[in-house]
């Protein structure tokens, strides 16, 4: 039904990038419910061609509702239904062979079958691949999710990668761009296609991606020789000495409300910095069932993502313990003052130059090895993209008005009344699809369930 007969819908709020539909943006403020969290996600809302509100549902309702409210909509405006396409016919003709065939492994599918589905689907796509485009993307998806329960994680890709490719204007484009995310590092669930399934690990399952692997090797060379860099032995963290200082915190081009009001912030001690995140390797020594040896040990670079917040207190007391170091998480103003490296007022860690492939990691499907990019200013690393990093601070929309214009070492406690839904505040933005790229900015504000670590100390 949603092939033949869907509503047009822009999803400009995420895919055009924030700040680029005012209109929409409005209309999700003013039908929000009372009292509801800023930072929940908005309904799925119905519009007309004259973007008139027609219908909507709660942004958690079952894909059965979902269903139900479009047939429902259409039902009372067939108006605004495209012309229907035969070839793309989700109703399923059951004397067609085919279709027959394709309802009945989908319903086996349904019951509960998974990577034992893998042969018939693909015995399905040699008969009618190329006869049938509607239900070939139906199958690739299927056979995809079938290969991925089986451990067969290349071949999953590739069939997804199909459907992206000759595909892209199906509906299920879309879950197949998803499901082709790391499901290790992307900061959403899993669709519920991967569900129950063993997730790859990058190293084992899957290959490790550095973009330059040459200026990486030297970069890591270049820190062993330059003495702002202390290694510390225990660990083998690599901290960097950051400065005391005042600057301006939050966006002078903000893309949420949560940005603002900008502050005049000093932070009154100089402190030191991982250069990176705390990576596989080392959390391997912290909690090794979480973190298997890789076979490639470039793995084991990779910045620890998807970390839940008592997880990540837990590995700075045993780093602290490790190194004879009081470590914590950084607040979020000395995250964003080093981020900026101590460049004013601009967008991002290098300036104000738009984000690009070769500045941070933003589009592939997997996060890559610690040091992969240029160090900001301070000579931190990935500060932006890549994965996103737990600061000290609970969550509070307001968090900004809540201390003067001017302030010294602010920090929103763990305890503060305004902290929502028990939700702490994430750094740095992730990587996985285009939209990532205006997630990497110094001032962005995200609450978490799952971060990285990246710690800080005094002297």
Same mark, same amino acid.
């Given at each position: 039904m949603i092939a033949t007969a869907?509503?047009?819908?822009?999803?400009? *709020?995420?895919?055009?990038?924030?700040?680029?539909?005012?209109?929409?943006r409005r209309l999700v403020v003013e039908t929000r419910p009372p009292g509801m969290a800023a930072i929940r996600p908005p309904d799925l809302l119905v519009l007309d061609p004259d973007a008139q509100l027609i219908a909507r549902l709660p942004f958690d309702a079952s894909a059965e509702e979902t269903l139900d409210l479009l047939r429902r909509v259409l039902a009372a405006r067939p108006d605004l239904a495209p012309?229907?396409?035969? *070839?793309?016919?989700? +109703?399923?003709?059951?004397?067609?062979?085919? /279709? +027959?065939?394709?309802?009945?492994?989908?319903?086996?599918?349904?019951?509960?079958?998974?990577?034992?589905?893998?042969?018939?689907?693909?015995?399905?796509?040699?008969?009618?691949?190329?006869?049938?485009? %509607?239900?070939?993307?139906?199958? *690739?998806?299927?056979?995809?999710?079938?290969?991925? %329960?089986?451990?067969?994680?290349?071949?999953?890709?590739?069939?997804?990668? /199909?459907?992206?490719?000759?595909h892209a204007a199906h509906p299920l484009s879309h879950r197949a761009r998803y499901n082709r995310l790391d499901a290790r590092s992307w900061p959403l669930r899993p669709s519920p296609d991967l569900q129950g399934a063993r997730h790859p690990w990058i190293g084992i399952d899957r290959p490790v991606i550095v973009p330059d692997e040459a200026a990486r090797d030297a970069r890591m060379a270049a820190v062993a020789r330059d003495p702002r860099y202390r290694k510390l032995p225990a660990s083998g963290l690599v901290l960097v000495r950051i400065p005391a200082g005042s600057f301006t915190m939050g966006a002078s081009d903000p893309k949420f409300p949560r940005e603002r009001p900008l502050r005049q912030v000093t932070l009154s001690r100089p402190f030191w910095m991982a250069a990176w995140p705390v990576t596989r390797g080392l959390w391997r020594r912290f909690r090794p069932g979480d973190a298997p040896a890789p076979l490639d040990l470039r793995a084991d670079d990779l910045p620890m993502a998807e970390v839940s917040r008592q997880d990540a207190l837990a590995c700075v007391d045993f780093l602290c313990e490790l190194d004879g170091h009081r470590y914590r998480l950084p607040t979020e103003a000395e995250w964003e003052y080093a981020a900026r490296g101590g460049l004013t007022g601009k967008a991002h860690p290098w300036g104000d130059e738009p984000p690009e492939p070769r500045l941070c990691n933003f589009d592939l499907p997997q996060p890559v090895p610690v040091a992969s990019y240029p160090a900001n200013g301070y000579g931190l690393f990935e500060m932006v993209g890549n994965? /996103?990093?737990?600061?000290?601070?609970?969550?509070?929309e307001d968090a900004y008005s809540r201390t003067p214009a001017e302030v010294v070492d602010p920090v929103v406690n763990e305890g503060d009344e305004g902290n929502q839904g028990g939700l702490f505040v994430a750094r740095g933005g992730f990587t996985g699809l285009s939209f990532c790229r205006h997630w990497t900015r110094n001032a962005l504000r995200l609450a978490a369930h799952r971060a990285s670590v990246r710690v800080v100390a005094f002297d």
């Open positions: 869907f509503v047009p819908v822009r999803f400009s *709020l995420m895919l055009s990038g924030p700040g680029s539909d005012d209109a929409g012309p229907r396409d035969p *070839l793309a016919d989700a +109703a399923y003709d059951l004397d067609d062979p085919r /279709q +027959a065939r394709l309802a009945e492994l989908e319903a086996r599918w349904e019951s509960g079958e998974r990577a034992s589905l893998a042969p018939a689907l693909e015995e399905w796509l040699a008969r009618n691949g190329e006869t049938w485009p %509607h239900g070939t993307a139906v199958a *690739l998806n299927l056979l995809g999710a079938a290969r991925y %329960h089986g451990g067969d994680f290349a071949g999953a890709d590739r069939a997804w990668e /199909q459907v992206v490719e000759r994965t /996103q990093e737990w600061v000290a601070d609970a969550f509070a």
